[in-house]
């Protein structure tokens, strides 16, 4: 057992040797040209994290005249009225469109789509129908003519034996 408590006497003295070897390699890279290891050199100036902030005074009243300057002036409340006026002027939207065209908001019919594709076939099927009809009317006025030459040639016959 002694030479255990032996072995980790001489593990904790190389330690601490290798310890010590590591810090004096660091001091050496960070020692200046003076020779001076950075800790044991006066601070010449303080790092902006270190210095203080300026004293802002906002709800003590100095006596000092010094500590008087650094006095935060009060703040003025603003009045609940305009603020309420305000947010009620930005609350108003601005009108986009002054008309609304109701053809276009008002809902089509469920059946806009079958109109639509159907409109074609309906052109065609209109001429036709139209040149059908004119067909008949013709058809209608020659036999009519047909008849109104026999009349007509009728009348004239009576008419010369008459006379």
């Known amino acids: 057992m002694a030479t255990t ?3 980790l ?3 904790a003295l ?3 040797e290798r310890l010590k070897a590591l810090r004096d390699r660091q001091l050496q890279v960070k020692e ?3 020779g001076e ?3 044991k050199r006066a601070p010449e100036e303080p790092e ?3 210095r203080h902030r300026d004293l802002k005074l906002r709800n003590y009243t100095p006596e000092d005249e010094e500590l008087k300057e650094r006095q935060v002036p009060k703040a003025k409340p603003i009045s609940v009225e305009d603020k309420v006026k305000d947010q009620l002027e930005a609350a108003v939207p601005e009108p ?3 008309e609304v065209d109701l053809v276009n908001l008002a809902p089509r019919k469920p059946d806009w789509d079958l109109k639509r594709d159907v409109a074609k076939k309906l052109e065609k099927l209109e001429r036709r129908t139209q040149r059908a009809i004119a067909e008949l009317i013709r058809e209608r006025l020659k036999g009519s003519e047909d008849d109104l ?3 007509v040639g009728a009348v004239g016959i009576e008419q010369g034996l008459s006379h």
Do not use: L, M, N, T
């Open 5 to 7: 408590v032996g072995s």
């Open 48 to 50: 902006p994290e270190q």
């Open 9 to 11: 006497q001489e593990q």
């Open 96 to 98: 986009v469109i002054e």
């Open 37 to 39: 290891p950075d800790r």
């Open 32 to 34: 200046p040209e003076d």
């Open 149 to 151: 030459a026999g009349a």
């Open 14 to 16: 190389k330690r601490k």
